[in-house]
């Protein structure tokens, strides 16, 4: 049986935090979520034949279900599995495992890496580099985007991200360690691969972006207050705004979860996020959140990523404490 108690869970959730700080998210081929991600690929072409053929939508949506199930089923079997023969061996390898594996769902380097890398060339005036790399992290057309729209993509992905990338894995992890942890990357994936709604999508990702929104919840509304507080440390931010945006605008976003760090960032930091998106050639109004209190500049990106670090130091913390609170 793979059983860790309440306290083990704990240490491995912060040894998992420390190498995330410390080295990263290399993108080796046998990366678990890359490998979940070309296992969805190579599913959808089995199950909707390789042309991608729309089907009756009740059709697209069973098949969607079926992928959804598979993905996520295997990704907690795997991973546990992997961590039951790992602790058979030797009951530290077990606990050493469980700890790489949680640290592979959370990605706060990595997301600080790539938002300083669209910074960098802003710095320099150089807006072609600049729009290349904030291409590589959002969805949009981003060929004829000046300074402030480029500071807003990466601005709104940083602060979504601090939800799926950090806070909602560890809280997953800590429910139910690296098992469950992945399942959650395995959700968040197929929202990421399939939970479009276009064409192509909107019935087949349907189960896979439901799924995704149901597992955020909680997570999502935890990230919230994480950022108020954070908001509060940070020099230049304001949590009552903060506050006052998310209850005015998180609303709004067409996702019942990503409105909320969206509108608290830019609260916060007193600038507007949301406004016109083009993908793939189509125009997109998109709520806009917060109040434009001043022009955004490459300097919130910065801001942004200080408020993601801080949320990382605080669940830090506060497992530093329930640990030492169960030694006195």
């Not at 993905?71 to 390898?93: C, D, E, N, R, Y």
């Not at 480029?150 to 800590?174: C, Q």
């Not at 019935?203 to 929104?213: I, M, Q, T």
Request: charge should be positive; hydrophobic fraction near 45%.
């Amino acid at each position: 049986m793979l059983y860790y108690s309440w306290n083990e869970t704990a240490w491995m959730l912060l040894a998992a935090i420390v190498l995330d700080w410390w080295i990263g998210d290399p993108r080796w081929p046998t990366h678990p979520v890359i490998r979940i991600g070309q296992w969805i690929g190579w599913c959808e072409s089995v199950l909707r034949g390789k042309t991608g053929s729309p089907r009756p939508a009740a059709a697209e949506r069973g098949r969607g279900i079926v992928l959804t199930a598979l993905t996520l089923a295997i990704s907690f079997a795997v991973i546990w599995l992997l961590i039951w023969g790992a602790k058979q061996i030797h009951p530290w390898l077990g606990y050493a495992v469980n700890t790489w594996f949680i640290s592979t769902t959370i990605a706060i380097k990595g997301l600080k890496d790539a938002a300083m890398q669209v910074v960098r060339p802003l710095e320099q005036g150089n807006m072609e580099d600049a729009r290349k790399y904030v291409g590589y992290i959002v969805g949009r057309n981003t060929s004829q985007l000046d300074e402030s729209e480029i500071t807003r993509a990466t601005v709104e992905t940083v602060a979504e991200n601090t939800v799926d990338a950090v806070v909602s894995p560890l809280f997953y992890a800590l429910l139910g360690g690296a098992p469950l942890a992945m399942l959650y990357r395995a959700a968040n994936t197929l929202d990421s691969m399939v939970g479009y709604k276009n064409d192509k999508y909107i019935h087949f990702g349907w189960a896979s972006a439901r799924w995704d929104d149901v597992m955020n919840w909680v997570p999502a509304r935890l990230t919230g207050m994480l950022l108020v507080l954070a908001a509060a440390f940070r020099k230049g931010s304001s949590p009552v705004r903060a506050v006052q945006a998310i209850r005015r605008f998180a609303r709004l976003h067409p996702s019942p979860n990503s409105g909320i760090p969206e509108s608290a960032v830019a609260g916060a930091l007193g600038i507007e996020l949301g406004g016109t998106n083009v993908y793939h050639g189509r125009t997109s109004e998109r709520a806009r959140m917060g109040w434009p209190l001043r022009e955004r500049n490459r300097d919130d990106i910065v801001r942004t990523v200080g408020m993601l670090y801080t949320v990382s130091y605080m669940m830090a913390g506060g497992l530093v404490c329930a640990l030492c609170w169960t030694l006195l």
